[in-house]
């Protein structure tokens, strides 16, 4: 009976050994809406967005851009180590003002998802709940982003839930919004993030044919071993998002536990 149990917890260690090789590898994708002050349950304060990247900096991670991920899980390419990619969706203005000179100071880089009718505009959708609406980054705000090293990509063309459209619709949502920044960019657009993270598979399907490589969702499941590079997930930072707590989640050991919970959540 000893020796059953020793073979059992062996064989347990290595298994969970192998699932933390496993996932020092993977890549925590992070989201984020506003850095701001005001009070939004999206908006992470300068300061706080500041203690995180120094702790992030500080612990050895390297942020990497999508098309690094990209290639990693297309091709298998090498990527640094404790490797994080953090992304904001809508364009806010003050992402340009606040998060661009932070990224700048502690050397690393993200990626903004635009959409392409509210670009300078004040959008309709925070003004719900009493929240203060919030200003989109104008062209030339975009613009100096991607000259200062940060990646641009879709948020199609006016923030709709694509499930709830028809096929031609998500089409010119979809193609629309990738013209638009390339036509001012002069840079190919890769990457879509979908609305309130809400797709299935007709969005992908015609995402896929208008010439995107990858997509990123907002989906409560893991990026498991074979990555979906349609239906990423990414780690939602929120205001109560502690830094301590943000470091637990893209370190490989709470991956290691998240999934030893997703399987036995599945089994019953």
Not at 108 to 124: L, Q, R
Not at 130 to 146: D, G, N, T, V
Not at 226 to 244: E, G, Q
Request: include cysteine.
């Amino acid at each position: 009976m000893t020796i059953f149990l020793i073979t059992i917890f062996i064989l347990l260690m290595l298994y969970f050994a192998f699932l933390y090789h496993h996932f020092s590898k993977e890549v925590s994708i992070l989201m984020y809406h506003h850095i701001d002050y005001q009070e939004n349950r999206y908006a992470i304060t300068p300061d706080n967005f500041s203690k995180q990247l120094a702790a992030l900096k500080k612990k050895g991670f390297h942020t990497i851009s999508c098309d690094m991920l990209l290639a990693h899980i297309t091709k298998g390419q090498k990527l640094p180590q404790k490797p994080i990619l953090i992304t904001f969706d809508d364009a806010y203005e003050n992402v340009f003002i606040q998060a661009l000179p932070l990224l700048k100071k502690y050397q690393m880089t993200a990626a903004v998802f635009v959409i392409s009718d509210w670009v300078g505009k004040n959008n309709d959708w925070d003004s719900y709940e009493q929240k203060i609406s919030a200003r989109h980054m104008s062209w030339q705000q975009i613009e100096l982003w991607s000259k200062n090293g940060m990646e641009v990509g879709s948020h199609t063309n006016s923030h709709p839930h694509l499930s709830t459209l028809k096929d031609e619709e998500i089409f010119n949502e979809l193609s629309s919004s990738k013209m638009a920044i390339e036509n001012r960019l002069h840079l190919p657009v890769k990457f879509l993030c979908y609305p309130y993270g809400n797709f299935d598979e007709r969005a992908e399907m015609i995402a896929k044919k208008i010439g995107y490589q990858g997509a990123f969702s907002i989906k409560k499941e893991m990026n498991l071993r074979h990555l979906d590079p349609f239906a990423l997930s990414r780690i939602n930072v929120t205001p109560s998002l502690s830094v301590p707590k943000l470091l637990r989640k893209c370190l490989p050991w709470n991956k290691v536990v998240k999934l030893c919970k997703y399987k036995l959540k599945k089994i019953s």
